[in-house]
């Protein structure tokens, strides 16, 4: 089946510790992005990627790093995360980097910073 | 930049009724819109999308938007709304200047039995 997972779906960390949001996909997409999804403000674009090696600033990347070494995975890094972290993250895949390819979005995690 | 405007909140409609979710957009460029909807504990899922042609796209479960290029508007239509359509619905634009999508705040939509 065609999908992009994440893990954890759930996570529950203290102000400071560093962690990872893994993102895979299966679909041989060249692009990748992720967003976190607050109330009221809708989805934010963090990162995204146009191919292996190619990674780029979206609109709120202060906080969070991201690397993509291999073409189906691409983690979420937050090496000291902080409150105003607390979100919804979603990860998403597209066929090309293109303007007219739809995004395959992940389940989410919920991330909470306390 | 781009930006997409949704501008209620919660779209409440009895069930059998039209039901339309609105959006409006500004893109310095040609723009590329999309809508998705996401139901409870889920992610986005994929609706439908303009690119060029028709300024009627159809897609999935239903679903239709009409594209206005002198409204910049790109409003979410379906005849007859079901129950199972009850979901959050976002509207987005891709710039093609800088390949970013920019999504709407989203669209609660409630289908009343």
């Known amino acids: 089946e065609a999908q992009v997972t994440q893990n954890p779906r759930y996570l529950i960390t203290v102000t400071g510790k560093k962690l990872t949001v893994t993102c895979s996909q299966n679909m041989n997409h060249e692009y990748m992005s992720w967003y976190r999804q607050d109330p009221g403000l809708g989805l934010r674009q963090i990162y995204y990627?146009?191919?292996?090696?190619?990674?780029d600033k979206g609109d709120v990347p202060e906080g969070y790093k991201v690397s993509r070494k291999e073409k189906r995975n691409f983690p979420l890094i937050l090496e000291s995360p902080s409150p105003n972290q607390t979100s919804l993250y979603f990860c998403?895949?597209?066929?090309?980097?293109?303007?007219?390819?739809?995004?395959?979005f992940g389940p989410g995690t919920r991330l909470t910073v306390t | 930049a781009q930006s997409v405007a949704q501008p209620e909140d919660q779209v409440n409609v009895a069930e059998g009724n039209p039901l339309t979710v609105k959006c409006t957009y500004s893109v310095s460029g040609n723009p590329y819109l999309f809508w998705y909807v996401q139901y409870p504990n889920r992610g986005l899922q994929f609706l439908l999308k303009y690119i060029t042609g028709d300024n009627l796209v159809k897609g999935s479960y239903g679903f239709e938007a009409e594209f206005n290029k002198s409204q910049t508007s790109f409003h979410l239509k379906k005849p007859s709304a079901l129950v199972s359509d009850s979901a959050l619905y976002f509207c987005a634009v891709r710039d093609i200047k800088n390949n970013r999508l920019a999504f709407g705040k989203g669209n609660q939509v409630v289908v009343i039995p």
């Open positions: 990627s146009m191919n292996v090696e190619v990674t």
């Open positions: 998403a895949s597209s066929q090309g980097a293109g303007l007219t390819y739809e995004q395959y």
